[in-house]
């Protein structure tokens, strides 16, 4: 017999506002998170992103806030804006049904406005570490009542060496308090600082590559570096993505490659660390309205990232390893949906790859794109300028400088050795200019003018089976 929320301790406001939100089931982490946490345990949860695990915390924590304090009674804190911002996401949705207050604290932010808002009272603070540690210099943030502390993705805060603000903001907490720690993965200095700052704190265990990686189609295309832009540009023919994230290794590359996709006239953006957080906030909302199709992003930025309806991850650049490449798909097929996930492949990253699938236990379909005819001959209309710009980017690809730079290839249009793309028709045209036609080289007519539409059975071609048809468990994301 399947749990319900109310059976793992969750009161009637809080589940009105998860039926609003169309979640009706808890997934396994909130099984087992949810009535330890209710209980005031410390609690170490491994889990993946995309298992449901921001909701395994925010739900017992809103359930315990006392809403006739004006204490901050909790703090959850994110090695990520985006992620800070994901977090707070949710928890709006259901801070309404309780009454809780919560405010943000991260950076590219009005801090005056923050403090005008802990002046009236905050509940519940959800904070990256830097900002948090400058309000608490400012003693503009009180963690003296502080019940509950959360340190969310703790694995990814000690990668981006934020060990020592953790720890600083920790001993700015009573001793007394619950202790929630998330995290992928459990290295030694997890176990160390979960050692040092929580009592017999109770564990539990999610297997992330059965819960993330069951409902998306994988798939290796094999290529070169000088054939990789091709590469990609065919499977985006092919698949016709409705909404997708690829990733790059780097920022020069993340902005390189969303540079030649626009110069394509597809609808993207890019998301890395050289943005500021204006920009960042604006992409991320264009985004979620499908106003974009393509978010080009380094792994750092990504981080945390759960935007509905995305049916399509691009490995443009090998993950380092399993637990990146894990971490990287699991953008797709969340919360019961499914999704696509391609990994481009060139030689020298055969080994990376082999361990990927010794990891993940299974071996993922290939298909190798340099032998193909379009791939290796001229098209008609291919000009010698296009060719040439092929072999001089390659040439760079692997002495380690930036990626195609996409302007320089604007104008060439025909010129693409995959010839013309299918016309497509309605919801998200796979080169839809969105605002861009001028930039678009095969010349954009009236039909290609339309935005993205959620509701035109067209609009996501191949990937329209893949597209929303959750399970009972919905739009739960992470």
């Known amino acids: 017999m399947k749990l319900d929320f109310k059976a793992l301790g969750i009161g009637a406001e809080l589940n009105e506002a998860l039926l609003q939100n169309g979640i009706t089931e808890p997934m396994p982490v909130q099984e087992q998170a949810i009535p330890a946490i209710l209980q005031?345990?410390?609690?170490?949860?491994?889990?993946?992103?995309?298992?449901?695990?921001?909701?395994?915390?925010?739900?017992?924590?809103?359930?315990?806030?006392?809403?006739?304090?004006?204490?901050?009674?909790?703090?959850?804190v994110a090695p990520t804006r985006e992620l800070a911002i994901q977090i707070t996401a949710e928890a709006k949705k259901l801070a309404e049904a309780r009454g809780v207050s919560i405010l943000s604290v991260y950076g590219g932010q009005d801090v005056e406005q923050q403090l005008r808002k802990l002046k009236n009272g905050v509940h519940m603070v959800i904070a990256t570490p830097g900002r948090l540690l400058d309000h608490i210099r400012r003693k503009s943030i009180n963690l003296k009542k502080l019940r509950m502390l959360v340190l969310d993705e703790a694995d990814e805060m000690l990668n981006m060496g934020f060990l020592s603000d953790v720890e600083a903001v920790i001993h700015q907490t009573p001793k007394d308090r619950q202790t929630l720690l998330f995290?992928?993965?459990?290295?030694?200095?997890?176990?160390?600082?979960?050692?040092?700052?929580?009592?017999?704190?109770?564990?539990?265990?999610?297997?992330?590559?059965?819960?993330?990686?069951?409902?998306?189609?994988?798939?290796?295309?094999?290529?070169?570096?000088?054939?990789?832009?091709?590469?990609?540009?065919?499977?985006?023919?092919?698949?016709k993505p409705f909404m997708s994230i690829i990733f790059c290794r780097t920022k020069h590359r993340a902005k390189a490659l969303n540079e030649l996709l626009s110069s394509k006239g597809f609808s993207c953006d890019e998301l890395h660390g050289d943005i500021t957080q204006a920009k960042r906030e604006k992409v991320m909302k264009e985004f979620r309205k499908t106003r974009l199709q393509f978010l080009v992003a380094t792994d750092v930025a990504a981080?945390?990232?759960?935007?509905?309806?995305?049916?399509?991850?691009?490995?443009?650049?090998?993950?380092?390893?399993?637990?990146?490449?894990?971490?990287?798909?699991?953008?797709?097929?969340?919360?019961?949906?499914?999704?696509?996930?391609?990994?481009?492949?060139?030689?020298?990253?055969?080994?990376?790859?082999?361990?990927?699938?010794?990891e993940i236990k299974m071996v993922i379909k290939k298909r190798r794109m340099t032998d193909d005819k379009d791939m290796n001959s001229?098209?008609?209309?291919?000009?010698?300028?296009?060719?040439?710009?092929?072999?001089?980017?390659?040439?760079?690809?692997?002495?380690?400088?930036?990626?195609?730079?996409?302007?320089?290839?604007?104008?060439?249009?025909?010129?693409?050795?995959?010839?013309?793309?299918?016309?497509?028709?309605?919801?998200?045209?796979?080169?839809?200019?969105?605002?861009?036609?001028?930039?678009?080289?095969?010349?954009?007519?009236?039909?290609?003018?339309?935005g993205p539409s959620r509701g035109a059975s067209s609009s996501r071609g191949q990937g329209s089976s893949r597209g929303r048809q959750g399970s009972s468990r919905g739009r739960q994301g992470r």
């Open 40 to 76: 005031s345990d410390d609690v170490i949860a491994q889990a993946q992103t995309g298992t449901g695990k921001t909701l395994a915390f925010l739900l017992p924590i809103m359930e315990m806030t006392d809403t006739q304090s004006h204490d901050v009674q909790s703090l959850i």
């Open 378 to 450: 001229k098209k008609k209309g291919s000009g010698a300028r296009g060719e040439a710009f092929v072999k001089r980017e390659g040439h760079k690809e692997r002495h380690g400088e930036s990626g195609p730079r996409g302007g320089r290839r604007g104008g060439q249009g025909e010129s693409s050795r995959f010839g013309k793309p299918a016309k497509k028709e309605g919801g998200f045209n796979a080169r839809s200019a969105s605002g861009k036609s001028g930039a678009n080289p095969r010349g954009a007519n009236a039909s290609r003018e339309a």
């Open 303 to 358: 981080r945390g990232l759960d935007v509905e309806g995305m049916t399509h991850v691009f490995n443009y650049d090998m993950p380092f390893d399993a637990e990146n490449y894990i971490h990287r798909i699991g953008r797709t097929g969340r919360a019961g949906q499914t999704g696509v996930a391609v990994t481009f492949a060139t030689p020298r990253d055969a080994q990376t790859l082999a361990l990927i699938e010794n």
């Open 183 to 239: 995290s992928a993965t459990m290295p030694k200095d997890i176990r160390a600082l979960a050692s040092r700052y929580m009592n017999s704190p109770a564990h539990i265990k999610v297997q992330g590559s059965g819960v993330t990686l069951d409902g998306i189609t994988q798939l290796v295309v094999e290529t070169t570096d000088r054939g990789k832009q091709e590469a990609l540009l065919r499977i985006i023919d092919e698949h």
